[in-house]
């Protein structure tokens, strides 16, 4: 007999749109792949805060004898209000969200000794309280210059711009269609002040980093999977936007990777996946870059890639963590 998995989506929180979308595809791989064994429903919460099952209006306290278990793509007090009815859910918990900020990341990742690249954040420009534009930006632009040499990453500081940045690319020109999501890397003091001007008419915050040399890693790891406490796939390479799987990593670089990885898990207290985004400097550093709790199940994702490169399919982690949860 088939298990339901209830997707649960939307809700009253600044994730609205992209947790519709996460949801979505999550909803879509399992219809393709995973429809003989698992029964996806979409259970919706509107932006009134009001619960939908396949479309029709529902209490949670009713999905306890609707859902085998429910994964969670919204707010993660939405996990708690499912638990207290005994519902088993997959989620990213509080502590975990709180890491999509840059800053609380970074400030949580020194605490066990992993790198990350130097910041610096820039106010919302104000027009009728700061400088001119022109002088706001040369004066932010020499408190950059005071804190860390070039080259910079800026760009401005909101979760859709949290990308992370090859560590090597060909003349330090960013990916195509970075410049026009405010994304630049300015290799000397003038071009930083044009980024900065740039990125205000955003009328975000401004994250300015440095930009770290080196080979890029990406790793995706499992809770649980093939009997390890975490299973970490090997590295992948991007190398100018061609991706590498697996990547050509020597055995140290591997070890020091799977290591970085588990510390970040046992850390955030995650219990289902991660994707970990590194830069492996040629001096033998490794800084974290960009961490990830959902996987991209486009079928060209270096996701996809790396379950290839351990003989496995993408929608054998997707069983797996549905499983796992009703252990």
Sequence with gaps: MKKVIGVLRGGIWENYEKSLSEGGKIISHIFENLFHKWKPVDILVDKSGNWHLSGLPIKPAQLMNKV??????????????????????????????????????????????????????????QKDFDEPLEEYAIKKAKEVFEKFA??????????????????????????????????????????????????????????????????????????????ENIYSFPPIENKNGVIVSPGKFSSIEKEKLTNLVKKIYHHINTSQYLKSDFILHPSGDIYLTHIEFYPNLDPDSCFFKSCESVGTKAHHIIEHILERALI
């Design 68 to 125: 085998d278990v429910v994964w969670n793509f919204s707010h993660p007090s939405y996990s708690k209000t499912l638990l207290d009815f005994s519902i088993p859910n997959i989620e990213v918990n509080f502590f975990s969200k709180t890491l999509v900020s840059r800053e609380m990341l970074r400030e949580h990742m020194k605490k066990i000794g992993i790198n990350m690249p130097r910041a610096f954040i820039i106010p919302v420009y």
């Design 150 to 227: 070039s080259p910079w990453i800026i760009k401005p500081l909101a979760e859709d711009l949290n990308v992370a940045l090859p560590g090597s690319l060909v003349g330090l020109r960013p990916r195509v269609g970075l410049y026009s999501r405010g994304i630049h890397i300015a290799k000397n003091f003038p071009e930083l002040v044009s980024a900065i001007i740039d990125c205000i008419k955003h009328q975000k915050s401004i994250l300015v980093e440095e930009f770290i040399f080196g080979k890029t890693a990406s790793v995706h790891s499992v809770a649980g999977f093939r009997g």
